[in-house]
């Protein structure tokens, strides 16, 4: 009787241990699961204020990129329509000709500096950049757009509130700071020559003063094509593209007149130069 009572023990100490682990692996998840340990597990749910900005942006047809200082949120979102550009990535980049780093202030002064600037205005509105935006803070450090840049979010805030060519708006955006660019201009546009120059060197000049050469009608016909209707053009005139030259462009002129075809015409640029002619 011994034998047996022994043996059925030996078959049920497996079983019983499984079973012991199981139970005490469902005890210890249980409040992970809840969400009720708050201190060592913080459930990740997208921003409301951020969702609501998203909206706002894609509801918004036209072309135009958003800036977001100093950098982005894990929050903030993007498309081909709608690009996301940040401070830290343009003072390494597009924007780094025109940045001087001083190893004297933080990171997060010297990235403002690209917003304050003689040229910030000029910078931001030949970018196409009709949005700049503070992010929040957020509760863990490595999710946190603010805190790895030696400043308060209330020093960029500060400083975006002074600048006279942006608007702080708020519509339903809670505690994300937004300021829309009153001098944003098209993703194609038509200058001037000389303009882009001349406002750069002279600060003090309003874009709502300049005379465009030509008002233009732009058409997507797919992600890498667009066309461009000229009107009221008396004179030759710089068109702008917000882009990064590329060899790659190719450029066709298509008369009224000639709708359904298309002539080559060539992009000149400059050895050395930052921008390219059209001819």
Known sequence: QWLNNRARLKKWVPVSGCMFILILGAISYYPAYTGTIDSLFISAKENPDYVKFDSFVEKQPQFFRTLWLPTDSRWGSYSATHPMVTAQTLSVGAWSGLFSYNPHLSSGQNYTSLITSDYSEAAASYSSIKFIIVPETEVLPQDDPIISYGVERSFYVSKLDAIPWLKRINIGFGNLAV??????????????????????????????????????????????????????????????????????????????????????????????ARVAALT
């Open 179 to 272: 300021y829309e660019n009153k001098s944003f201009q098209p993703h194609i546009t038509a200058l001037a020559e000389g303009t882009m120059l001349t406002k750069l060197t002279n600060p003090g000049l309003n874009f709502s003063l300049m005379k465009l050469p030509a008002s233009l009608t732009i058409t997507a016909e797919n992600p890498t094509k667009q066309a461009v209707q000229i009107i009221g053009a008396t004179k030759p005139f710089i068109l702008s593209f917000a882009e990064s030259f590329n060899s790659g462009w190719k450029l066709y002129l298509r008369p009224v007149a000639q709708a359904s075809s298309c002539k080559p015409a060539s992009i000149y640029k400059p050895p050395g």
